[in-house]
């Protein structure tokens, strides 16, 4: 019976130290750019930069390109460790032209804001948080509906921001992951048995619960887009993405409520758009996208 029982707590702690060793070597780090894209590229005149701070104090950077009236604010976020936020200027320039203001975030532990580690959508809703405060502080935006865009790992901040957050009116992700414990084990079952994947998943979850100190069962796309409220929401994704698998999307959109809106294409490009830094080459996903927005629009902000 000792026998049995010691194998038990060693097999346990195995499980335990392989996710904490792989999370401790992948996301403890200040994630750092060698490329960043300016304004003056994409033929805009005038951005600036915002220095919010979250609830919990971390220091959050925002690039803004406002419209003169705003008809809609457009909070953009990107992926895990690349590219900077600053790719959006492209999309900024095409919502610009829509009278749409667009407040490109780099959420914590990414390029000029606080953290020195990567938070896998856990903790990102708070900087989120702070630009919806900001905005919402404005008199310019008053009555004007926020939506939110993120692309990967942005992707899975944008859809838990907006289960935690009722300043958001509408919701856009381009390929995110269903939640930290499905991406891991998907990876995971490249090369490891199946059974040994399965019994890894709640230690998965155990340790991210202990690292970010949140529920880490509850806050996740695949749950987050059970607290919609009615507000709409765009889903998009690619078949054949290498990077985050079709699989995501499906546990995303099944546990979706009725209403939301899809977009799938039949290829790998993880971000999904042809061009992601000039996306007006893209005339299908543009139309989509701004479609998407005037709705968004047209239904009113809700608070």
Request: net charge negative.
């Amino acid at each position: 019976m000792n026998f049995v029982i010691t194998n038990v707590v060693i097999f346990s702690i195995i499980l335990i130290v392989i996710p904490t060793v792989i999370m401790k070597s992948m996301l403890n780090k200040k994630i750092t750019y060698t490329q960043m894209w300016a304004p003056g590229e994409f033929g805009i005149e005038k951005a600036d930069t915002l220095n919010l701070k979250s609830s919990d104090n971390y220091n959050v950077e925002v690039f803004v390109v406002e419209a003169d009236t705003p008809k809609c604010a457009i909070i953009c976020l990107t992926g895990m460790q690349n590219p900077s936020v600053s790719i959006y200027y492209g999309h900024s320039k095409m919502f610009l032209d829509q009278s749409y203001s667009c407040f490109m975030t780099e959420v914590r532990g990414h390029g000029g804001s606080d953290g020195d580690k990567i938070c896998v959508g856990y903790q990102e809703w708070r900087d989120v948080e702070a630009v919806t405060n900001y905005i919402k502080s404005q008199p310019k935006y008053k009555d004007v509906p926020i939506v939110i865009m993120g692309v990967s790992m942005g992707g899975v901040v944008a859809i838990n921001s907006t289960g935690l957050n009722n300043d958001i009116d509408g919701l856009i992700s381009l390929s995110a992951f269903s939640s930290w414990e499905d991406i891991f084990c998907d990876n995971m079952s490249h090369s490891a048995p199946s059974i040994w994947v399965t019994m890894e998943r709640p230690f998965i979850n155990l340790v991210s619960a202990f690292k970010y100190g949140v529920n880490s069962w509850s806050v996740s796309p695949k749950e987050m887009i059970k607290e919609l409220n009615n507000r709409p929401a765009l889903i998009m994704h690619t078949k054949e993405d290498n990077q985050v698998g079709y699989s995501n999307f499906e546990r995303i959109i099944n546990n979706a409520p009725q209403g939301v809106e899809t977009f799938v294409r039949d290829n790998n490009n993880h971000f999904f758009v042809t061009d992601f830094i000039n996306p007006q080459n893209d005339t299908e996903y543009c139309e989509r996208i701004n479609d998407f927005i005037n709705r968004v629009i047209e239904s009113g902000a809700r608070n």
